[in-house]
Nanobody, 114 residues
Framework: QVQLVESGGGLVQPGGSLRLSCVAS????????MAWYRQAPGKQRELVAT???????NYGDSVKGRFTISRDNGKNTVYLQMNSLKPEDTAVYYC????????WGQGTQVTVSS
C-alpha cells in the first residue's frame, strides 16, 4: 500500500530555515508527481509546492522565492527546503501523491516563533 512519512518539522525563529523530508513507498516514485501542502489552525489546507516526475516545479504565491521543493528518486524522497521562515508559515505540513486517489502523510508540525 502507499505510505508517505514526513519528518523534519520543529520550532524555528523567524528568518530561520528548516528542511522537510517525505519518504514514499508502495509507488514507483520516479513516475509520480509529488506535492507539499500545509494547514494552519482554522484555515483550509493549501498547496505549497509541487514537483513533477521530470523535475519541473510550481509554488504557492506565499512561498515563492523562499521555499524549494526537490526530489531524490534513488531514495524515494521529496524534500521541502524552507528559508526566511515567517510566523505565518506555522502549520502542519503534509506530503501528497495522487495514485488513483489522494494519499497523505501523517503531517509534520512547523512552528515559526520567537
Amino acid at each position: 500500500q502507499v505510505q508517505l512519512v514526513e519528518s523534519g518539522g520543529g520550532l524555528v525563529q523567524p528568518g530561520g530555515s528548516l528542511r522537510l523530508s517525505c519518504v514514499a513507498s508502495g509507488i514507483i516514485f520516479s513516475l509520480r508527481s509529488m506535492a507539499w501542502y500545509r494547514q494552519a489552525p482554522g484555515k483550509q489546507r493549501e498547496l505549497v509546492a509541487t514537483i513533477a516526475s521530470g523535475g519541473s516545479t510550481n509554488y504557492g504565491d506565499s512561498v515563492k522565492g523562499r521555499f524549494t521543493i526537490s526530489r531524490d528518486n534513488g531514495k524515494n524522497t521529496v524534500y521541502l527546503q524552507m528559508n526566511s521562515l515567517k510566523p505565518e508559515d506555522t502549520a502542519v505540513y503534509y506530503c501528497n501523491v495522487m495514485f488513483g486517489r489522494a494519499y497523505w502523510g501523517q503531517g509534520t508540525q512547523v512552528t515559526v516563533s520567537s
